[in-house]
């Protein structure tokens, strides 16, 4: 009997927080003094998603894939490989799709 209570409380406390307005996701304008730290966060990007490492992600797949054909590592872990190749050059899409939805949804 005492699961089920903390099983309706957890339903309760996500269902009360999913009715509040997200107030937050409403930012029309950058902070001021957000100029330093966004071009830091675009260098980030910038390198992350650069020439070096395209091709460092190439070699990474192309690598994995070999040691997956070759039984010399798990699938689990090359899929992994995969997956977050896939995440990290899909990022700004995935993000965009995200704020599209809580555009929609608010």
């Known amino acids: ?10 339903l309760a406390a996500l269902l009360l927080l999913r009715a509040m307005p997200a ?4 930012a029309t ?3 001021a003094g957000s100029g330093p730290i966004l071009g830091a966060l675009y260098w980030v990007q910038g390198t992350l998603l650069g020439n ?18 070759t039984g010399r590592i798990d699938w689990r ?10 995440i ?3 990022a700004a899409s995935i993000v965009a799709g995200m704020r599209t939805v809580a555009g929609a949804a608010g």
Do not use: E, N, W
């Not at 009997?1 to 957890?10: D, P, Q």
């Not at 070096?52 to 054909?69: E, R, S």
């Not at 872990?77 to 896939?86: H, K, M, N, S």
């Open 23 to 26: 107030y937050a996701q409403v």
């Open 52 to 69: 070096l490492a395209t091709t460092a992600a190439v070699i990474a797949v192309a690598v994995t894939g070999l040691m997956m054909l």
């Open 29 to 31: 304008s950058d902070p």
């Open 88 to 90: 990290l050059f899909g």
């Open 77 to 86: 872990r090359g899929l992994t490989v995969i997956v977050g190749c896939f």
């Open 1 to 10: 009997m005492k699961g089920h209570a903390v099983k309706f409380r957890s």
